[in-house]
Nanobody, 124 residues
Framework: QVQLVESGGGLVQPGGSLRLSCSAS????????MAWFRQAPGKEREFVAA????????RHADSVKGRFTISRDNAKNTVYLQMNGLKPEDTAVYYC?????????????????WGQGTQVTVSS
């Protein structure tokens, strides 16, 4: 049974940092492209970042480029999202997702499995 479990969310002040983690089980982690998406209240889910199976290729949304960094540790079956310089508009539920594909996709439909999400709130 595939499971993706996110952690690391919380309340942080503008300009602060958080590191999200997503622990995967039930499948061969290193064979899947991994990604982070987010959904703010009243808005559609949006792509944040993705990383190739080996970790050698990453892609970040323009809105987070230079502030967020996706990485993975295949030995630990975990993908991370380091978030620096957080802004109030980054407030959302963040989801990790796994895709049984080699190339990086930025659409939700590209991904086969999803976690339950972790809340990130940026507020003073």
């Amino acid at each position: 049974q595939v499971q993706l479990v996110e952690s690391g969310g919380g309340l942080v002040q503008p300009g602060g940092s958080l590191r999200l983690s997503c622990s995967a089980s039930g499948y061969t982690f290193s064979s899947y492209t991994m990604a982070w998406f987010r959904q703010a209240p009243g808005k559609e889910r949006e792509f944040v970042a993705a990383i190739s199976r080996s970790g050698g290729i990453t892609r970040h949304a323009d809105s987070v480029k230079g502030r967020f960094t996706i990485s993975r540790d295949n030995a630990k079956n975990t993908v991370y999202l380091q978030m620096n310089g957080l802004k109030p508009e980054d407030t959302a539920v963040y989801y990790c997702a796994a895709a049984a594909r080699g190339n990086i996709g930025i659409m939700g439909r590209d991904y086969n499995y999803w976690g339950q999400g972790t809340q990130v709130t940026v507020s003073s």
